[in-house]
């Protein structure tokens, strides 16, 4: 293990001495910006407070310059680098404080406090400011701190925090909200909901007020070094810049950290699961210790949790204010990666939440639990119930763990009261030892629900994912039989085409008996001048179907001579189709993107059949007339071979991509594809539009559903 430790300072002519110990490295950071100007967002934080008539002490302001070289370490000291084990780091910080005896007298709790959280060997050390910077606060005038909070409340945008900001707003309570973000794709979520809630309760000049602080480190603060995304220490933070608002607040206060008890428990879901993948942020031994530091340090004032012994469902069941919760809950973030699906949008929206991660998983849970399956209004980038997932893959893992942690409960009471003392101490809690093991036991059973019908898996890389094949020649395969069987066994939801009508009662006989294929009635252009006169035989058919495949115009050299012909017998077919209503298209157009969008104009209205573009190869105008026409587009992986198809697949709307193999007229391996190789298809498209396999393969599913809809 190598350790690494932090010397905080303030301005250039604070000469900060080094930390005693033996150190791999020490880094120093400045806490300044500026001339007697905290940094990294804390002088503003301040200047906030103050407009506001909050006016921290100066204890208070050292408590957030702790809580910022905290910060700074976890964020900026990578884990698999700098340890043994990938995960247990060594960590020291020197900080400037107002009182460093009254810190130092803090240091073995705090100690214990950061070890808990982040799982890392802390040493903690403090010495005096440097001279001039004894205030950093700018002190009112006697009798003019009349800011008329009664109280300091955690505001993160989540769920949990919405609720909890509803309910004392509710009871008539006016506490100072605080907030901290240090990205993008969480600040301004937050900023929004806050708008939202503060609008609610705006009361002629009087209306719920926030302070935010946005903090980051760079890696200039640790050269060399790679930055750590596992931020456990962040609530350490989040606390601290409450309990400095607190401070100024010159009464005893509450400081409110709304959080469900399943999460604040956190107990892990699994055997292995001690350290690296449990976090401890609102825990009930980590907030006592919290309490402990704030009474050693003369801040008046307590941490709060209200709904310890309530599940998210139940709080949401709870919430004082229903008909605002309805309207404001699918503006709430959740999710622990946000920033992955910034750009990922479908016709539903940004899509804000992963869907996997634990808090997106409870989330869902507390949805369907308080308002019923069907009624949550997030976006999900991984429809869980709609996505055979892998737990070879991190979108499958989180959701396994659940379904261990649902399997070895089943029903056990008298384990949950056992289970609850994994994730930390609880003596000073036994007296709650019932209610912190009742809301254990039934959070995990609402888990329960929200997964009975949710695969998981190992074994393939595609094993996790739902797989469309939107356009295979199922009946040109000599195992025609068993390829269907096995696209069916399989879970992949195939579209078996016909080049002729004859070929539709052998593959519809097929299919018929399947959940996962379906057959489509074709006329294949490349086969119009000989076989145009199947096309009787063809309408007498149509009624049979809701598909129809493969069919359109072919204007390449070989096919070029029967156009006309061809011409003739799609505009029969799309007038069929328009007639019958409700058809699907799998549509050829080689050479002939523009001919074949004047006839779709032509001869079908608007809202008549969908189509979808097989193996698109048209102009880019095109390609944007087809997405106005509201067309879909299959994708093959020979398409995404070429610079030219990776740049056309890019510039197509999201929500109107889909998959397929055309096989068996391409190839995988040494031999012809198949509707199982499709998921290459899925991983190549991935990487063209910058998600994960997973989360391609859920985009292209949520296609077929609204497609097929």
Not at 129 to 158: C, I, K, N, T, W
Not at 196 to 214: H, K, M, Q, T
Not at 607 to 620: C, D, E, I, L, N
Request: with cysteine; hydrophobic share 40%; charged share 25%.
């Amino acid at each position: 293990m190598t350790a690494y430790a932090l010397i905080g300072h303030m301005g250039p002519a604070d000469q900060a001495p080094d930390l005693a110990g033996r150190w791999q490295a020490q880094f120093r950071v400045d806490l300044l910006s500026g001339n007697r100007t905290l940094g990294y967002g804390m002088g503003g934080v301040i200047r906030s407070l103050g407009r506001l008539g909050v006016y921290p002490s100066e204890v208070g302001v050292d408590a957030l310059v702790l809580a910022a070289m905290v910060h700074a370490a976890d964020t900026r000291i990578n884990r698999v680098q700098t340890s043994q084990d990938a995960w247990t780091r060594e960590l020291g910080i020197f900080v400037p404080v107002s009182d460093p005896e009254l810190w130092t007298g803090q240091r073995a709790l705090l100690e214990k406090m950061l070890r808990f959280l982040t799982g890392d060997h802390w040493t903690v050390a403090f010495r005096p400011r440097p001279e001039g910077m004894s205030d950093f606060v700018r002190r009112p005038v006697a009798g003019l701190q009349d800011h008329g909070f009664d109280g300091v409340a955690l505001f993160s945008g989540g769920s949990d925090s919405l609720i909890g900001a509803i309910d004392r707003l509710e009871q008539g309570s006016f506490p100072l909200f605080v907030s901290h973000g240090g990205d993008g794709a969480i600040s301004k979520p937050q900023k929004d909901l806050f708008v939202d809630v503060a609008s609610a309760y705006r009361n002629g000049d009087r209306e719920p007020r926030r302070v935010r602080l946005g903090m980051t480190f760079t890696d200039k603060v640790s050269p060399g070094v790679g930055r750590e995304e596992s931020t456990r220490g962040r609530s350490f933070l989040f606390i601290a810049l409450a309990a400095m608002a607190g401070s100024g607040l010159a009464r005893h206060f509450s400081l409110e950290v709304p959080e469900n008890g399943l999460i604040a428990l956190n107990v892990p879901l699994d055997t292995v699961r001690l350290g690296s993948l449990s976090t401890r942020t609102t825990h009930p031994f980590y907030l006592r210790r919290w309490n402990e530091l704030l009474s050693q340090v003369g801040i008046d004032g307590v941490i709060i949790n209200r709904y310890w012994d309530k599940t998210k469902g139940e709080m949401m069941e709870g919430c004082l204010n229903p008909d605002l919760l309805r309207e404001l809950a699918g503006e709430s973030l959740s999710c622990a990666h946000p920033a992955a699906g910034r750009w990922v949008k479908s016709a539903a929206g940004r899509h804000t939440h992963c869907g996997h991660c634990v808090p997106c998983i409870i989330r869902q849970v507390a949805f369907d639990h308080a308002w019923g399956r069907g009624n949550d209004p997030t976006g999900y980038r991984v429809d869980i119930q709609q996505t055979r997932l892998s737990t070879q893959t991190a979108e499958g893992k989180q959701v396994r763990a659940f379904q261990y942690a649902v399997a070895r409960l089943a029903g056990r009471f008298d384990l949950a009261r056992v289970l609850v003392h994994k994730p930390g101490p609880l003596l000073e809690d036994i007296a709650q030892l019932n209610g912190l093991a009742g809301v254990y036991s039934r959070g995990i059973t609402e888990v329960g629900e929200l997964l009975r019908d949710v695969f998981t898996g190992s074994g393939s890389r595609d094993d996790g994912m739902r797989l469309v094949d939107f356009h295979c020649h199922l009946d040109l395969y000599p195992d025609f039989e068993a390829l269907v069987a096995e696209s069916d066994r399989l879970g992949i939801f195939t579209l078996a085409v016909t080049t002729t009508p004859k070929a539709w009662s052998r593959n519809n006989m097929l299919a018929s008996s399947t959940k996962y294929v379906r057959a489509a009635l074709g006329m294949h252009p490349q086969l119009v001048a000989e076989r145009w006169r199947e096309i009787d035989l063809w309408e007498r058919l149509l009624c049979e179907t809701r598909y129809v495949g493969e069919v359109g115009l072919d204007a390449g050299p070989r096919y070029f001579s029967s156009l006309d012909r061809q011409t003739e017998v799609f505009r029969r077919i799309l007038r069929c189709c328009a007639q019958a209503g409700g058809k699907i298209l799998s549509i050829h157009s080689v050479r002939a993107a523009t001919k074949v969008l004047d006839l779709i104009e032509e001869e079908v209205p608007d809202g008549r059949a969908k189509f979808v573009f097989h193996w698109f190869t048209g102009s880019a105008a095109d390609a944007r007339r087809a997405a106005n026409l509201g067309c879909y587009f299959s994708i093959n992986s020979q398409m995404l071979q070429t610079a030219r198809g990776r740049a056309l697949v890019s510039s197509l709307p999201i929500d109107r991509l889909l998959t397929e193999t055309d096989g068996p007229f391409t190839s995988q391996g040494d031999g012809p594809a198949r509707p199982r190789d499709v998921g290459q298809t899925v991983r190549h498209l991935a990487t063209a539009r910058g998600l994960s396999s997973a989360e391609s393969a859920a985009v292209v599913l949520r296609n077929l559903k609204i497609l097929t809809a």
